[in-house]
């Protein structure tokens, strides 16, 4: 059974570490959601030992948030993806190297980070069955109209 609770951020890692107290021990991923902005939904599952029990904590942040390490050891790699992908800072943990090997200029998965490929490609603007016939020239999806100024 998988049950989702909201959480204050500033309650973040006290609630995370009643829930280890409680039974659920076992961190098995956290992940964000850019909203815009600095804003970010942050989302953790965790489970108890024997998988029994799933809870995904989530909860709302403004680019920072506590870092859960101290309370779960292996959320480190986590957050190193989140910060690497989303640049999202995690307070109080002690590892703040990149968790890939990859040169990145921005943070990828952030809804405004600019898709190079789809920026520079050349997209049609003939209609079938007449080619010459033109139509309005679109921008491909997810690129914004600033991007290709």
């Known amino acids: ?5 909201n959480v204050e951020s500033s ?3 006290a609630q995370a570490t009643e829930m280890k107290q409680k039974g659920l021990v076992r961190c098995e991923w956290l992940t964000a959601t850019h909203n815009g902005g ?3 939904e942050i989302s953790l599952m965790l489970s108890t030992e024997d ?3 799933n809870l995904i904590l989530v909860t709302d942040i403004e680019a920072s948030i506590e870092s859960l390490v101290s309370v779960y050891p292996n959320v480190s790699f986590h957050e190193r993806e989140v910060a690497q992908m989303f640049g999202v800072e995690f307070i109080g943990s002690d ?3 990149p968790a890939f090997e990859i040169e990145l200029s921005g943070f990828p998965l ?3 980070f600019a898709l190079a490929t789809r920026s520079d490609t050349e997209w049609p603007g003939a209609v ?3 080619e010459n016939a033109k139509r309005r020239p ?3 999806p997810g690129v914004l109209p600033e991007w290709n100024s």
């Not at 059974?1 to 609770?5: C, G, K």
């Open 1 to 5: 059974m998988t049950t989702l609770q």
């Open 11 to 13: 309650q973040w890692q």
């Open 38 to 40: 600095d804003a970010f």
């Open 51 to 53: 998988l029994s029990e």
């Open 95 to 97: 590892d703040t190297s």
């Open 110 to 112: 952030r809804r405004d």
């Open 128 to 130: 079938e069955p007449d």
């Open 138 to 140: 679109s921008l491909p």
